[in-house]
């Protein structure tokens, strides 16, 4: 579990708080070497290892939320699992992604830290935006790389997988402008086909006395 905090990569599950870690590329594959695993084999190990990183995430009350989030969140589970008759393993990645919201400055009040903070979100924002863009109109070159959020989900959105989006927005009416942008955004994301994403199984190994 990570948060990317002003472009940084904290890792939420180390002792060592605050903890930064590193993206690393080879081929297609993104990679955080160091990042904390934990293994889990119950619903409530996967909510307490959640609780226990979100103490540790960036948060700040602002003029308009109480617990603004200042970053962007990251869980990573990753699932084995293995068929006992034929021996094949099928192994996949979920990866959920709780974005910070894009906020206006002139409702936040945002100053020094905080102005930093929300000048960095709304820039990665706009940076998946951009990706969304070229993968709407099947680009030659997605800039992945332009920010680490979209770096960090290049697997997610290169057509290895099936993506999943949950767009919230405000009901009251004070935020009717920014709650047309979000619905717009994620009417436009609608539009976007990845394309039918491959299995990932591996046989079961064959004996000599089975040949």
């Known amino acids: 579990m990570l948060e990317i905090y002003v472009e940084s990569l904290i890792d939420l599950l180390c002792e060592n708080l605050h903890s930064e870690v590193e993206i690393r590329t080879q081929g297609r594959s993104v990679a955080v070497p160091g990042l904390t695993q934990v293994e889990v084999r119950t619903e409530d190990d996967v909510l307490s290892v959640m609780e226990m990183g979100a103490k540790h995430s960036h948060l ?33 990645t979920l990866t959920l992604c709780e974005l910070a ?24 924002l706009m940076a998946l935006r951009q990706v969304f863009s070229a993968l709407k109109c099947n680009a030659l070159h997605v800039p992945y790389r332009n920010s680490k959020l979209t770096h960090l989900l290049q697997p997610c959105l290169s057509g290895d997988a099936k993506v999943c989006m949950f767009v919230h927005v405000s009901p009251d009416v004070k935020d009717a402008a920014e709650t047309l942008t979000t619905l717009a955004f994620g009417s436009s994301i609608r539009q976007i086909a990845l394309g039918k994403a491959p299995q990932n199984r591996t046989p079961a190994k064959t004996t000599k006395a089975e040949k």
């Open 60 to 92: 700040t009350p602002d003029e308009a939320n109480t617990e603004s989030s200042c970053s962007h969140l990251l869980l990573i589970v990753t699932v084995e699992c293995t068929d006992i008759v034929c021996g094949v393993t099928t192994r996949g």
């Open 101 to 124: 919201g894009s906020e206006r400055i002139s409702k936040t009040q945002a100053t020094g830290q905080r102005l930093t903070e929300t000048a960095s979100i709304n820039k990665s």
